[in-house]
Structures are given as C-alpha cells and as structure tokens.
C-alpha cells in the first residue's frame, strides 16, 4: 500500500468541482486491495483517526475533501473483474472510471446506463452518491442497477452483500457480520420524496440492505468492488438541438416531450414513437458560453433543448418526423436544429453539452468565490412553478448565473455565481428560497450531487432536524468512534447529539 505526505502531491485530494477551500490532510493511502483497505480502516479506527474517501474529483459538494486526518484514495482499485453478456452485467472495482467501463462494455455489445456529466468520475464515487446523469430519463438512477457491493466498515470488517439478501424495517434491524456479531440499524421515520433523490441516507420500511450504503456519501463504508447490470448496446442513438427564440417554448416542448416519452413506454409502443433518451434545458446564459466554444449557435436564440433517443435503421426517419412535429407545435425551426445521426457527431454534441459546466467552474476559479447551486428535483406538475420561480428571481438580483440540466425529469442544475463577498451572501439567500420552495413542493434538495460538506442546510429544510439526527443515529450504529466522512451529509457535531 502507497502511503503519500508529499505536500504536493497532497495538494491534488484538496480540491473538487465545489470550490470549497481550506480543505487538509496529513496522509494520502493508495491501498492496492480489500485487504489493505480492511487493514488500514481498522488502523485508523482504533486510533480514532478521521478518515475520508477520495473520489475522482468531479463532485459538487465537497464530499471528497479532507479536513485533517487521513484521506483514502482507490484510484489503484481500478479492475474490470468481468464483463457477462449472459448475465447483462459487470464485476469491478470502485476505482474504475465510469468513461473505461462504458468502453469495455460497448466492444461487447452491452450499454452501462449511468451517464454523468464527467466521464472521468470512479464508478465507486457514483454509488456513494446515487449519480446517473441524463439518461436517467429513462434507465432510471444508477441505483436500480446495483447488484452487490463489498465493502469495508469502519471496523475494518468486510461486508458483502447482493440485492435481495437482506431486508430492512422501520424500528431497529440487524446486519450479521462474521463471528456471530450483528450491527443494529435503527431505520428512520421520514419519508423521502417521490423523485429521483439523492438527499441523505435512503428509508423506506422493507427497503434492501443494499440501498442504504448507495448514496451514503463515504459516511458508512467504504465501497470497494461492485457488481452492476447492463442492458443491450441500443442499434443507434440520434440525438439533436433544438434552439428556441423564447424559454417558454423550450419549457413546453419539453413537457410534451417527457409525456410522450413516458406514455409511449406505458403501453409499449412498437411503432415509431418519441421515447427520449434523455432531453435537457439551456437558459439564454448557457448558450453564451456555448458560443465562446461555436460561434453557429444562433444569435437570436433564448434557450436550446438537447434529446437523445434510440433508434433503429429502419426507423430514424419516422422517428425524426415525430420529433419535427412535436418542434413544430412549441415554435422550433428546422433551420436552427442540428441533428447527429452518427457516433462521432453524437459524440461531438455530447462534448458540447459538457462544456457548460466545464465553463461554470472556470467561472468560478477566476472569480475565487464559492459558487452557489441547487440540485432541486420537484413532481412534474409543479416544475413549471420552479422555473418561473428560478428565472424571475434570478432576472432581479443582477448576479451571474446559468440554469441547464436535466428538464426531462424535472430537475435543472441552477449555478449562482457570486463576483463578491456581497453577492455571495445575496446568493445564499436566493438559492434557500429555491430549496425552500422546492420542499413545499415535494421535491428533493438533490436530485443526484449529494450533500457533501456545503449543502447540510439544505437537508434540514427537506427532513428537519429529527431528520437529520435519525441519520446521525444510522452513522453512529455502523461507525461508533465516527471517523468516516465526517462532515459529510450533516455536520460532525450532530453526533455528539446520539
């Protein structure tokens, strides 16, 4: 196992896409296996050590950075153990990038589903924090392809289970480990809302085992290996923006778009039909920065959608004229569209699209200011009242900004980029309006960034603090000296309250 103290070197686990600063560490360990892993968690445990998982560094929230004691990196953790065809699924190691693992399954004719922003994000930190990016729309969130996890507690023992071994129940519940030893878990009350989440530790009354550890945030275990199903390589996907001389008509395209998309997969539709794969929004400040990167983006364009859908040779052109008319009824034209109907125009689009938050976070460092953004996720009903809400409040407060995201599942990333001090504190403002109003609506205060170290909160807003103490009282029963992710998902100071 590599152990590292070159300041240096350290420099490189200090820092994440959240900007958050002060962020230090003594050590970085590099365990090169489970068993080195097992070796150094009980290490650190006897010795009360605080502990903190580094991911690749493409989080929001701060959840990898380290604040004093020992930051874990599994970046040498980085195996495709196996790839099954037969079984739709893959054996790996948490270190794995998510971009890799796509590779080997495409040479293979499978598809891993889960598609975040940054390519270069471990598979293992996607886990921790219930990422999928866009396509999510329709595979669902990368939750719903986890099949087995092997872990290590803080303990230093190893915990491996696989979806449908164990269930948990309102009241207290037991995880036997080796030895006949068993960890009472007591489950929370609170009810989650129903939309992709990613806020806090999962409760649901007969809910898997498994699904408390996706989304825990590094606070739990750390994940090791992992087993995740796969589905077939679509024949082809065509993808397409749409730009819009108004945001309205880009709201409403979308909203007809998420209800075709979803009625068509209700009854199975076999014929050419919208089924998008993903569809996602750009405000008029995110088509300047796609500008700097293609002066073609039309100059009299107020916001854009970009979709994704699978087709097959014999029905791209059916499937394309569905999509003109539904183009046609929110006041797109042909002529400000660009269609991708090949893999390396696809890919060139998806580039493009991931070079808005690449641009936001240049943004931010120039700035040197902390950004502020929301990861709010509400029914579809009631997004159209949020974006009025976003774009309204936003227009008035004369900060810098930029909405783009995931509309198709009612859930935009809204970036607040603060030039001061001053601003800053305005921000902070505005953007708990947003979480507040989000709550009142029965949405989530992350639908896929977690927490981490900025957002606690948020949290409370969304579970109050009784809330929070039930996952104060879940850390504690899994890691009693509390030495793993301090700091994530709530503050370390809540577990003196258990």
Known sequence: MLIKKDKDFLKNYLE??????????????LPESIEELSILLKEANS?????????????????????GGIAISLEKLNRILEISKEGMYASLQAGVLVDDLKKDCDSKGLFYTSHPTEGTASVGGTIA????????????PTRDYVRRLKMV??????????????????????????????????????????????AGYFAKDGMDLIDL????????????????????????????FIFFKTEEDAWSFAGEARDISIGSRACGRSSPAIDALSIEYFDSNALGLLRDKNPNVPENAKSAIFFEQEASGKNEDALMEEWLKLMARHNASPDDTWVAMNEKDSARFSQFRYAIPEAVNDIIRRKGIQKLSTDIAVPDDKFPEMMRLYTDSLRRCNIEYVIFGHIGESHVHVNILPGSEEELKKAKEIALAFIRKGV???????????????????????????GILEMARIKKA???NCILGLDNIFPREILKLV
């Open 478 to 480: 899994l890691d009693p």
């Open 16 to 29: 994440d896409s959240s900007n958050l600063k002060g962020g230090y560490v003594e050590e970085v360990a």
């Open 153 to 198: 507690l803080p303990s230093g023992d190893v915990l491996d289970i696989r979806r449908g071994d164990e269930r948990l129940f309102r009241g207290d519940s037991r995880i036997r480990l080796g030895g006949g030893r068993e960890i009472v878990i007591p489950l929370p009350l609170y009810r989650m809302p129903d939309v992709k989440s990613s």
């Open 213 to 240: 550890f996706i989304g825990q945030e590094g606070t739990l275990s750390v994940i090791a290996e992992m087993e995740v199903g796969l589905v077939a390589k679509p024949a082809k996907i065509f993808s397409s």
């Open 129 to 140: 924090t219930n990422a999928s990016g866009a396509r999510s729309f329709k595979y669902g």
């Open 47 to 67: 010795k009360k050590i605080p502990v903190t998982v580094s991911g690749g560094g493409t989080g929001t929230t701060g959840s990898r950075i380290p604040f």
């Open 440 to 466: 009142s609506l029965c949405g989530t205060v992350s639908a896929e960034h977690g927490i981490g170290k900025i957002k606690h909160k948020f949290l409370e807003e969304m579970y109050g603090s009784s």
